[in-house]
């Protein structure tokens, strides 16, 4: 191993450098990442999944840990696409010159080209995750349009509270009645507006 190593040319060495030190940063950070070491933990981010349904407002809650989370995508995406990027410059690199016997400029010329398609497959492959993943933020003009139940009386001259179904997950917002009449818990309701940000306008079903 010291002889192929010392054999090496100050190019060589560079390869191997690239290759080396970047698989193992690279599988470092894919380890840290199924055991829970990820960007939750080390950076502070705010971690989607912990949604809480009680209430709209909680929705501005929902929308920062969203950005919190692509930040950290971002961040997941840059790491692991200039590894990738490193070591398959090195490992073709390498290959090139000591394999292939070709020009230190064909060499470099093959691991950049090489390491610029990995970076090109790994951006492609964390899109279609993101493609894949919800953000969990509720967009409340969704509602519009949809049934719901009164959970809290709406009175002639005032807010109560409405369930309503929105993207999927029930949600709880207060509401008013299109018309100015009482409409008492249980009943059935349709969205039609939403007024004051996250006031919901209501009729009877």
Do not use: H
């Not at 207060?174 to 940000?197: D, H, L, N, Q, T």
Request: hydrophobic content about 50%; aromatic content about 8%; charged content about 20%.
């Amino acid at each position: 191993m010291e002889e192929a190593v010392t054999s090496m040319t100050g190019l060589d060495k560079l390869f191997l450098a690239c290759a080396v030190f970047s698989g193992i940063l690279l599988a470092i950070r894919m380890v840290l990442q199924f055991v829970g070491g990820g960007d939750g933990d080390v950076d502070g981010d705010v971690d989607i999944d912990a949604d809480v349904d009680v209430d709209a407002d909680v929705d501005v809650v929902d929308g920062d840990g969203a950005i919190a989370d692509s930040g950290a995508s971002f961040r997941l995406l840059t790491f692991q696409g200039l590894t990738g990027f490193f070591m398959m410059f090195g490992l073709v690199g390498l290959a090139l010159s000591r394999q292939s016997k070709v020009a230190d400029l064909w060499a470099i010329a093959g691991g950049l080209l090489a390491g610029a398609f990995t970076l090109w497959v790994i951006a492609k492959i964390f899109q279609f995750m993101k493609n894949l993943q919800s953000s969990g933020t509720i967009d409340v003009q969704n509602a519009v349009g949809q049934e719901g139940t009164v959970y809290l009386t709406i009175p002639a001259a005032g807010t109560g509270k409405v369930q309503v179904a929105v993207q999927e997950r029930l949600k709880v917002y207060e509401a008013v009645s299109e018309y100015g009449e009482e409409i008492p818990s249980g009943e059935r309701i349709k969205v039609v507006k939403v007024v004051s940000g996250n006031i919901l306008v209501v009729q009877k079903m």
